[in-house]
C-alpha cells in the first residue's frame, strides 16, 4: 500500500492522542497534541497548510489543510460522532487538486480513533 509506513506512523500517533486526551475536545486541541507526536517521532509537519487547486495549470481557488506530514500525506482531524461522505469527499479533491498522493481523516469520536485513508488515483 502506498506511504504505507508512513501512514502507520501517524495513525499511531493519533492512538496515543486519544489514549492520553480521550474525546471532546475541539479540533484545534487533538491538532496541538498530534503536532507535539508526530516531531517527536522525527516527521517533517506543516499544520494549517494553505495548498493551492489548479485547473489547466493555472490557480482557481486554494484550502487549507489540517496537516500535511513529510510534504506527502494530507491529514484532516474531525472530532465528530461519525465520519461523513463529505468529509471523504473533502479528502479526495484536495488529493486530486494537489501533488499529494495519500491522505488521511482521523476522527477523535466517542469511543474510537476512526481513521479513512484515501489514496489518488495515479
Request: include cysteine.
Given at each position: ?13 493519533a492512538?496515543k ?6 474525546y471532546g ?5 487533538y491538532e ?15 499544520v ?15 484550502f ?24 471523504e ?11 499529494r498522493?495519500v ?17 489518488k488515483?495515479?
Amino acid at each position: 500500500m502506498l506511504h504505507s509506513e508512513l501512514t502507520e506512523k501517524i495513525i499511531a500517533c493519533a492512538y496515543k492522542v486519544y489514549n492520553q486526551m480521550g474525546y471532546g475536545y475541539l479540533e484545534s486541541v487533538y491538532e496541538k497534541c498530534m503536532l507535539i507526536e508526530l516531531t517527536d517521532i522525527g516527521l517533517s509537519v506543516e499544520v494549517q497548510k494553505h495548498l493551492e487547486v489548479f485547473y489547466k495549470g493555472q490557480v482557481v481557488g486554494d484550502f487549507v489543510a489540517d496537516i500535511v506530514v513529510n510534504n506527502t500525506v494530507i491529514v484532516e482531524l474531525k472530532s465528530v460522532s461519525k465520519i461523513a461522505k463529505a468529509h471523504e469527499i473533502q479528502l479526495v479533491n484536495y488529493l486530486v487538486s494537489t501533488d499529494r498522493p495519500v491522505g488521511l481523516i482521523l476522527n477523535f469520536a466517542k469511543n474510537k480513533v476512526e481513521v479513512k485513508r484515501k489514496v489518488k488515483n495515479l
